[in-house]
């Protein structure tokens, strides 16, 4: 349980980039891993990025590998995803979770959700 608050989120022509920042309200004692995922209209939320509690593993998406860059500051409680040279189909609503224990890929693994921030690359 814990309480997750995006931002960064806007509109960025093709070839741009954005960060994005989620952070968690108030202490949290328990290590979690972080996890980001997508949303585009009339298709399911996916994977995108996550990062272990140490910051010192990571695992993407094929389709966001070399341009996004997942990253996290413990000492803010804040994870970032830098999204580099973005394309029209990284439009979608982005949101942040959080699962207690190993990295994860899977929506189900993750316990907590931010509110989601939306994305829109144009072209």
């Known amino acids: 349980q814990v309480q997750l608050v995006e931002s960064g989120g806007g509109l960025v022509q093709a070839g741009g980039s954005l960060r994005l920042s989620c952070a968690a309200a108030?202490?949290?004692?328990?290590?979690?891993?972080m996890g980001w995922f997508r949303q585009a209209p009339g298709k399911e939320r996916e994977f995108v990025a996550t990062?272990?509690?140490?910051?010192?593993?990571?695992y993407y998406a094929d389709s966001v590998k070399g341009r996004f860059t997942i990253s996290r500051d413990n000492a803010k409680n804040t994870v970032y995803l830098r999204m580099n040279n973005l394309k029209p189909e990284d439009t979608a609503v982005y949101y942040c979770?959080?699962?207690?224990?190993?990295?994860?890929?899977?929506?189900?693994?993750?316990?907590?959700w931010g509110q989601g921030t939306q994305v829109t690359v144009s072209s």
């Open positions: 979770a959080a699962t207690r224990g190993r990295i994860a890929t899977r929506r189900d693994d993750f316990g907590s």
């Open positions: 108030g202490r949290t004692s328990s290590s979690y891993a």
């Open positions: 990062i272990s509690w140490s910051g010192g593993s990571t």
